[in-house]
């Protein structure tokens, strides 16, 4: 099972984190030790001191594909979940500076928390326009709407596809929207996909 992240995805945290808006997908990955096992805690991690939040739709991808033409990517999954991107700020800015991949920034052990449940697309009431949202300490910190992201999912799956065959269970975090930001030991963040909570992480 791969997780393949897509960054600058929306123009607005482009803009936030002064990067170029990009003219295809930013791709970068993970390994399945990025998720959190059922049950385990979210530790704030000991090698950084500044670690962000970045809230995203996740899809989950239900059949093997490669070189996935853009206008059947939409057989290729059929539910949303909501996962987190945590990023480990200093770190990312420090391998940057360097020209070093940043792996150790993204990619680190129980990096990207995920939903334990996905909702069938069928069931939204507009599979083209998803709401999400992600409050901290109960307060809204970042909101988002798939119909802002700049590749949309069946581009991004075109686009993927083309690199890596996309295997049932595959898993693509399609960016995050503005806001992100710190978060802190003690911290509780919230992801919700339209009204509905979906993932409730404690820092510790």
């Not at 059922?38 to 670690?51: A, W």
């Given at each position: 099972m791969k997780i393949i992240c897509v960054g600058r995805?929306?123009?607005?945290h482009a803009a936030e984190l002064k990067n170029e808006v990009p003219t295809e997908p930013v791709l970068f990955m993970k390994p399945e030790t990025a998720l959190i096992p059922k049950g385990h805690p979210f530790f704030y991690p000991e090698?950084?001191?500044d670690l962000h939040y970045e809230v995203e739709l996740v899809l989950r991808i239900s059949r093997l594909g490669k070189h996935i033409d853009?206008?059947?990517?939409?057989?290729?999954?059929?539910?949303?979940?909501?996962?987190?991107d945590f990023t480990a700020r200093d770190v990312q800015q420090k391998?940057?500076?360097k020209g070093l991949p940043w792996e150790k920034a993204k990619a680190f052990d129980h990096s990207a928390p995920l939903s334990q449940k996905f909702i069938p697309l069928k069931s939204l009431k507009d599979p083209k326009?998803?709401?999400?949202?992600?409050?901290?300490?109960?307060?809204?910190v970042q909101?988002?709407?798939?119909a802002d992201m700049i590749f949309a999912f069946e581009a991004l799956i075109a686009h993927i596809s083309s690199y890596f065959t996309l295997k049932m269970g595959d898993l693509i975090y399609t960016g995050t929207p503005s806001g992100v930001g710190p978060a802190v030991k003690g911290d509780r963040l919230e992801a919700f996909i339209e009204d509905e909570k979906m993932l409730d992480l404690r820092i510790k």
């Amino acid at each position: 099972m791969k997780i393949i992240c897509v960054g600058r995805n929306y123009a607005a945290h482009a803009a936030e984190l002064k990067n170029e808006v990009p003219t295809e997908p930013v791709l970068f990955m993970k390994p399945e030790t990025a998720l959190i096992p059922k049950g385990h805690p979210f530790f704030y991690p000991e090698h950084t001191n500044d670690l962000h939040y970045e809230v995203e739709l996740v899809l989950r991808i239900s059949r093997l594909g490669k070189h996935i033409d853009r206008r059947f990517a939409h057989k290729y999954f059929t539910e949303v979940g909501i996962g987190i991107d945590f990023t480990a700020r200093d770190v990312q800015q420090k391998c940057k500076e360097k020209g070093l991949p940043w792996e150790k920034a993204k990619a680190f052990d129980h990096s990207a928390p995920l939903s334990q449940k996905f909702i069938p697309l069928k069931s939204l009431k507009d599979p083209k326009q998803i709401r999400f949202s992600l409050h901290k300490n109960g307060s809204e910190v970042q909101s988002g709407n798939s119909a802002d992201m700049i590749f949309a999912f069946e581009a991004l799956i075109a686009h993927i596809s083309s690199y890596f065959t996309l295997k049932m269970g595959d898993l693509i975090y399609t960016g995050t929207p503005s806001g992100v930001g710190p978060a802190v030991k003690g911290d509780r963040l919230e992801a919700f996909i339209e009204d509905e909570k979906m993932l409730d992480l404690r820092i510790k």
